[in-house]
T-cell receptor, first 114, second 114 residues
Framework: GAGVSQSPSNKVTEKGKDVELRCDPI?????LYWYRQSLGQGLEFLIY????????KSGLPSDRFSAERTGGSVSTLTIQRTQQEDSAVYLC????????????FGDGTRLSIL | AQKVTQAQTEISVVEKEDVTLDCVYE???????LFWYKQPPSGELVFLIR??????QNEISGRYSWNFQKSTSSFNFTITASQVVDSAVYFC???????????FGDGTTLTVKP
């Protein structure tokens, strides 16, 4: 498809389990962002990838969170030993270039930790 | 550091009323970009507009208009003759400069009642 694709759409898991969330950005977009949005809240920045540069991880809330971007395209956000407070919608966005260009968002992954 | 403030958390209007969503930003960069995004109840964030710091011309697109004033560091968004379909959360964002990534405001929830 032409847009940002995220999978799964929904994920329900037990506390303590690890989860992987996937983002497939728009082809040719060099910048990729992960955000977290809790119910009724704003966007919480998590991590930002730009081309081959080292990612900006300043928004990751703890060392249980990590992300990688392989081949400058697909990205995976991993949450280890999930906690109930990790429950949220995780949004991925991509853009043609850095902060100069608008971001195109995926539909998000709704993560629920039981 | 960059900061975006959307002081209005929630706004409720009756259909056909005009409504203005406020956005105030802070940055030390001389070159930067401002954005507005819309997140309807369905959830997907959609880009509406981008302005750069050198272009203070107001922009109008149908019922939507944007007023950018560097003197007050504001980038306000007005919807004329609001409609129920305008009900959404609206986010203002600041990008470009040295940070690379964009900074989002906390969003304003607009409810348009019939």
């Amino acid at each position: 498809g032409a847009g940002v694709s995220q999978s799964p759409s929904n994920k329900v898991t037990e506390k303590g389990k690890d989860v992987e969330l996937r983002c497939d950005p728009i082809s040719g977009h060099t910048a990729l962002y992960w955000y977290r949005q809790s119910l009724g809240q704003g966007l919480e920045f998590l991590i930002y990838f730009q081309g081959n540069s080292a990612p900006d991880k300043s928004g990751l809330p703890s060392d249980r969170f990590s992300a990688e971007r392989t081949g400058g395209s697909v990205s995976t956000l991993t949450i280890q030993r999930t906690q109930q407070e990790d429950s949220a919608v995780y949004l991925c966005a991509s853009s043609v270039d850095r902060g100069y260009q608008p971001q195109h968002f995926g539909d998000g992954t709704r993560l629920s930790i039981l | 550091a960059q900061k975006v403030t959307q002081a209005q958390t929630e706004i409720s209007v009756v259909e056909k009323e005009d409504v203005t969503l406020d956005c105030v930003y802070e940055t030390r960069d001389t070159t930067y970009y401002l954005f507005w995004y819309k997140q309807p109840p369905s959830g997907e964030l959609v880009f509406l507009i981008r302005r750069n710091s050198f272009d203070e011309q107001n922009e109008i697109s149908g019922r939507y208009s944007w007023n950018f004033q560097k003197s007050t560091s504001s980038f306000n968004f007005t919807i004329t003759a609001s409609q129920v379909v305008d009900s959404a959360v609206y986010f203002c964002a600041l990008g470009g400069g040295n940070a690379g990534k964009s900074t989002f405001g906390d969003g304003t929830t607009l409810t348009v009642k019939p």
